[in-house]
């Protein structure tokens, strides 16, 4: 079963509204969490790490006040797409990976497909 | 530069033959870690294979290897007996031992779209 939950697997909004997508750890604590965005046919691209108890560290070009990030617990991280509009409607998918050592399996979230109007 | 490069956008392949998807990356560290992974249409990223820079036996896990070519810099992913279920997309990802922090990020190639032909 999976043991990396994502909600919602889908959502539309009205631009300029803000969607929060959650991406929780099922039976492991996650200190570190990662977002991605993949556009259609394209691959995945890093947007931030998520880190527990501290600030996520963002790749560059990614605006930090667009795309708010939150890791309040060791099983929760929280992506906030905040006053949406049509060009951030895209594929968004978190991951985390049970270990530190290079061969963890990265789990993903079943990802979150989002459509601004 | 690319940290992994995908040559094949789509394949074409007919059910039960083998096939091969490219992979070759670029790192300078000597310990990192290469995966494959599948996303169907519906956008699960589903893993498949992992293999370890100082791993010395190819990686294989049922009908999934992973032929390892290190001074290449290679990790193509080889299906056997291919079945129209292993239409989708796969991506080849690595990680690098950068930092003293662990669990560090996964960079994705641009994937390949396999189809597989009745």
């Known amino acids: 079963g999976a043991v990396v939950s994502q909600h919602p697997s889908r959502v539309i909004c009205k631009s300029g509204t803000s969607v929060k997508i959650e991406c929780r750890s099922l039976?492991?604590?996650?200190?570190?969490m990662f977002w991605y965005r993949q556009f259609p046919k394209k691959s995945l691209m890093l947007m931030a790490t998520?880190?527990?108890?501290?600030?996520?560290?963002?790749e560059q070009g990614v605006e930090k006040d667009k795309f708010l990030i939150n890791h309040a617990s060791l099983t929760l991280s929280t992506l906030t797409v905040t006053s949406a509009h049509p060009e951030d409607s895209s594929f968004y998918i978190c991951?985390?990976?049970?270990?530190?050592?290079?061969?963890?399996?990265?789990?993903f979230g079943q990802g979150t497909r989002l459509t601004v109007v | 530069a690319q940290k992994i490069t995908q040559t094949q956008p789509g394949m074409f392949v007919q059910e039960k033959e083998a096939v091969t998807l490219d992979c070759t990356y670029d790192?300078?560290?000597?310990?990192?870690?290469l995966f494959w992974y599948k996303q169907p249409s519906s956008g699960e990223m589903i893993f498949l294979i992992y293999?370890?820079?100082?791993?010395?036996q190819n990686a294989t896990e049922g009908r999934y290897s992973l032929n390892f070519q290190k001074a290449r810099k290679s990790a193509n992913l080889v299906i056997s007996a291919s079945q129209l279920g292993d239409s989708a997309m796969y991506f080849c990802?690595?990680?690098?031992?950068?930092?003293?922090?662990?669990?560090?990020?996964?960079?994705f190639g641009t994937g390949t779209r396999l189809t597989i032909i009745p």
């Open positions: 991951s985390a990976s049970r270990g530190t050592d290079l061969n963890s399996e990265a789990f």
């Open positions: 039976d492991f604590q996650a200190t570190t």
């Open positions: 998520s880190n527990e108890g501290s600030k996520a560290t963002y």
């Open positions: 790192t300078s560290d000597q310990s990192y870690g």
């Open positions: 293999q370890g820079s100082y791993d010395e």
């Open positions: 990802a690595m990680r690098e031992a950068q930092s003293n922090f662990g669990n560090e990020k996964l960079t």
